[in-house]
């Protein structure tokens, strides 16, 4: 993928997360994520899921920094310049084409249709990389407002484990 990457929405402004900003939100500089980012970083988002991968993922720009835009990718809220959730894949497609998504808006921000309008955009431009032929991403079957964020993408449940249900979505079934 391309090393200037930017996605922008009606509302909002997608980020890769570069190395920098992965090592300074590892350490918990806020004002030092707020400085390279330019934009206000609530205390919540240092309680977000992300916070456990950015560690790998930061040795993983390191070791390869091809890997920037299949990680970890910002969500900026324009009118409030606020970081408001983070979203993206574990990495650069497998043998087979492909990813793993996953996604997350703290909850001052939940219930106003960012999450989907993010990950939306997210998978329109990851479709246009050559290598991705499909997405997955799990969900517990109890989150009801992620489970209709996936199906509204035209996800299809393909398996249950437990209380995970697993969906992919293929390039060749995408109608643009």
Request: charged fraction near 25%; charge should be negative.
């Amino acid at each position: 993928m391309n090393h200037s990457l930017q996605i922008t929405t009606q509302r909002l402004e997608l980020l890769p997360c570069c190395l920098r900003v992965a090592q300074a939100a590892v350490t918990k500089n806020k004002s030092e994520v707020e400085r390279l980012l330019g934009v206000r970083v609530p205390d919540d988002w240092y309680a977000s899921e992300v916070l456990d991968i950015l560690p790998m993922y930061a040795q993983m720009l390191i070791n390869d920094p091809s890997q920037l835009g299949w990680g970890v990718w910002l969500i900026i809220h324009i009118a409030d310049s606020t970081l408001i959730g983070d979203l993206g894949f574990l990495g650069k497609p497998n043998e087979q084409g492909t990813v793993e998504m996953g996604y997350e808006v703290i909850s001052a921000y939940r219930q106003q249709g960012f999450a989907f309008e993010t990950v939306e955009a997210l998978v329109n431009f990851a479709f246009t990389q050559p290598e991705l032929k499909r997405i997955i991403a799990h969900s517990p079957d109890d989150l009801t407002a992620s489970i209709r964020i996936l199906e509204k993408l035209g996800m299809q449940r393909i398996s249950r484990d437990e209380s995970l249900l697993e969906w992919e979505l293929k390039l060749e079934s995408r109608q643009f």
